[in-house]
């Protein structure tokens, strides 16, 4: 199992950053990462099993370059889950590109909502597919389903999409959770299609 | 010839009359809570359904019972044309369980030795009148199943 920090290549801006080493080494063999998968020394494997971060495999697969169904590296780590890493130590940048020096309201409320969700022992991915901010899991996505839609908001803007949004979350099964910051402490509200009504 | 009419029974419901009594002067809002207890109490059969004011949030709400034994539900009914943010959503839980306005006299909206189903049923009534009903709690609320 390879220790010591993980190697990243930053991305400018708000992109996050990218993971390419295989096996200890710079890579470009394919990686799948699946449910079961044992005793490999993958630094992908080491993020999503050991630090809880999933991120994006977004690389064609050499073997099977003319399909997006499976996907390899490199994997992408969006901005809160580049912040979060290298605030833990987990990760060495091994290129940086000059970042944006103006950090939005938007991204530190992500990036706080991310933090503690994920101190509360969740694993969180893209929630784009469900016009969400992020999926939330109790486990590794790959063996559980999502039990939230987080939907990140500040905190004294009207909820536009509240209505179909519920909808969206009733149709899928899934909870909605409305998470925003006050004070320096994040809020949530859960909210459930009541299926008596 | 007069002209009938047609809306002139709604306007002089009189759960309408009592909720613009208390002069909170929403009229979006109150047209959502009467759409909402008129689907309570009529198509849904619920019982006990009493209406409410609270002056913080300038808002009517409702409480009821699904059946005679089960407990009490707060249920905010809430106009789509007026969306609100996380900082009001937050409010309605202590705001509806504080002391209220009804059309009895000033009391508490539930009574101690009831029970209170835990959050708060938001009805979100459309431009149609169509509802939809979310139960809402504070904090991460993880699934029973």
């Known amino acids: 199992m390879s220790k010591g920090k993980i190697q990243a290549v930053a991305q400018g801006g708000v992109c996050g950053a990218l993971v390419w080493r295989a096996e200890g080494k710079w890579s470009q063999r394919p990686v799948h990462i699946s449910a079961g998968e044992m005793g490999v020394c993958s630094d992908v494997y080491r993020l999503r099993v050991e630090w809880r971060v999933v991120g994006g495999l977004v690389g064609a697969l050499p073997v099977q370059p003319r399909q997006s169904g499976q996907l390899g590296l490199p994997l992408h780590l969006s901005p809160e889950e580049l912040s979060h890493l290298l605030e833990k130590g987990v990760l060495e940048l091994e290129q940086e590109t000059p970042p944006d020096d103006v950090i939005t309201r938007e991204q530190e409320t992500r990036a706080a909502v991310f933090g503690d969700l994920w101190e509360n022992g969740f694993t969180l991915t893209s929630g784009l597919k469900y016009g969400a901010d992020y999926l939330v899991y109790q486990g590794d996505p790959a063996l559980v389903h999502s039990c939230f839609l987080a939907l990140v908001l500040p905190w004294k803007q009207p909820i536009a999409t509240l209505t179909s949004l519920c909808r969206v979350g009733s149709k899928v099964v899934k909870a909605l959770l409305l998470c925003s910051v006050e004070k320096g402490v994040v809020q949530y509200q859960t909210l459930e299609w009541d299926p008596i009504l | ?145």
């Open chain 2, 1 to 145: 010839m007069e002209q009938v009419k047609e809306n002139s029974w709604l306007l002089n419901h009189p759960k309408l009359l009592e909720m613009q009594s208390y002069g909170l002067g929403n009229s979006a809002q109150i047209q959502a809570a009467l759409l909402t207890y008129l689907d309570l109490t009529e198509v849904k059969l619920w019982g006990e359904v009493k209406v409410h004011s609270c002056q913080d949030l300038k808002i009517i709400y409702l409480t009821a019972r699904e059946k005679e034994e089960s407990p009490v539900r707060v249920v905010v009914p809430l106009p789509s044309t007026e969306p609100l943010s996380m900082e009001h959503l937050s409010r309605l839980h202590s705001a509806t369980r504080r002391e209220g306005e009804s059309a009895e006299g000033r009391e508490s909206a539930v009574s101690e030795e009831e029970e209170v189903q835990e959050g708060v049923t938001l009805a979100l009534v459309g431009r149609d009148s169509s509802i939809l009903y979310c139960q809402m709690w504070p904090g991460v609320h993880l699934p029973i199943s």
